[in-house]
């Protein structure tokens, strides 16, 4: 079998070291990556330090993949040894139930099985991520990166682009429409390029005053403190949707306010505990929504890399090395990334 190195996880109170093993021989479907870039998602630090519960360890995170491919099955047909490609958030599913075919494998009813800590049904034990040399993957789970595109750029698209991609195209938003964007950070501030490539009047809600002109720089036209009551009360009943990022417990009463009759506010942002409950009668005052969205499926996170490419989008990163993924995680609980790290795996050297 090929062998691996990377970074994982030890245990859930151990930083992140070098760890060696195995991956799978390419089956027929097969495609094996060079691994040339991991992004760094927010629910890394999470698994990495259990708190979600359920770790396996030692984990090697890492589900914003982007490479090239190095060997394909003799089965493999979308795919050739060179070609730019990504992995994102998951790397199998039933593939039978009625989610899965609808194209929406991030809902498999018999769970899907994610990019690292998920079941691995060829080796046995758990998956390993990106924060890795190569990876093995089925075909049908591996996606077209355009030429166009800076590769680095296009690692956080993976989860953080079809995170926020998803829910806009699911409820519909286009040209005209008003839509709010709440935090501006790594899914944020994909968000707010999506929603204005889309066309829609976008307006972004912080707490931070120093993230005013960034925000306009991504394509907000107008920016609301929302600690600010006077600001946010001249946004009442003004929103056609709202795309929540925020991963902290806080009142969503203030925002579902925002929204004109039929609304929705939409939530990807994951806090350790629940918001509060929101207050009902401001849902059925204007026959507002609260939902939620997980990531997208393969079909649609394909269009969704393919409309970045048409646009020239990709995410705000900083590039680091795999050495200082302990560093950037401590930074990141500090908000203190625009807006996404980034690691080059060209600096992944065995010992």
């Given at each position: 079998m090929p062998h691996a190195f990377g970074y994982a996880a030890p245990a859930a109170d151990k930083e992140l070291d070098y760890f060696e093993f195995e991956r799978r021989e390419p089956k027929v479907d097969d495609v094996e990556i060079e691994i040339i870039y991991c992004g760094v998602c927010h629910s890394d630090l999470h698994q990495a330090r259990d708190e979600w519960g359920g770790t396996v360890f030692p984990c090697v995170p890492g589900h914003e993949i982007v490479g090239k491919v190095t060997r394909v099955g003799n089965q493999v047909t979308k795919f050739k040894v060179g070609d730019r490609v990504g992995v994102g958030c998951m790397v199998?599913?039933?593939?039978?139930?009625?989610?899965?075919?609808?194209?929406?494998?991030?809902?498999?009813?018999?769970?899907?099985?994610?990019?690292?800590?998920?079941?691995?049904?060829?080796?046995?034990?758990?998956?390993?991520?990106?924060?890795?040399?190569?990876?093995?993957?089925?075909?049908?789970?591996?996606l077209r990166v355009s030429d166009k595109l800076d590769l680095a750029g296009v690692a956080p698209l993976l989860c953080a682009g079809i995170t926020t991609y998803s829910p806009l195209r699911h409820w519909n938003v286009k040209a005209g429409d008003k839509v709010g964007v709440v935090g501006l950070g790594g899914l944020g501030h994909m968000a707010v390029k999506l929603a204005a490539a889309m066309g829609a009047e976008v307006t972004l809600f912080t707490t931070s005053p120093d993230k005013v002109e960034d925000a306009k720089r991504l394509g907000a036209k107008h920016v609301v403190i929302s600690r600010d009551e006077e600001a946010m009360a001249k946004w009442r009943n003004s929103l056609d949707f709202i795309i929540n990022t925020v991963a902290a417990p806080h009142d969503l009463d203030e925002y579902v306010s925002l929204l004109r009759l039929n609304g929705t506010m939409c939530l990807v942002g994951v806090p350790a505990e629940s918001h509060p409950s929101p207050a009902v009668f401001n849902l059925i005052s204007k026959r507002r929504s609260i939902a939620g969205s997980l990531i997208g499926g393969i079909a649609e996170t394909q269009e969704m890399l393919d409309f970045c490419a048409e646009h020239g989008i990709t995410s705000d990163i900083e590039l680091i090395a795999m050495e200082d993924i302990n560093k950037a995680y401590e930074r990141m609980l500090q908000s203190d990334v625009k807006y996404r790290f980034v690691i080059d795996m060209a600096t992944l050297k065995q010992p």
């Open positions: 199998d599913s039933c593939g039978h139930c009625h989610s899965c075919n609808e194209d929406h494998e991030q809902y498999c009813e018999n769970g899907f099985v994610a990019t690292y800590n998920g079941e691995d049904k060829h080796l046995g034990g758990v998956t390993y991520g990106g924060y890795s040399n190569r990876i093995t993957v089925k075909e049908s789970f591996v």
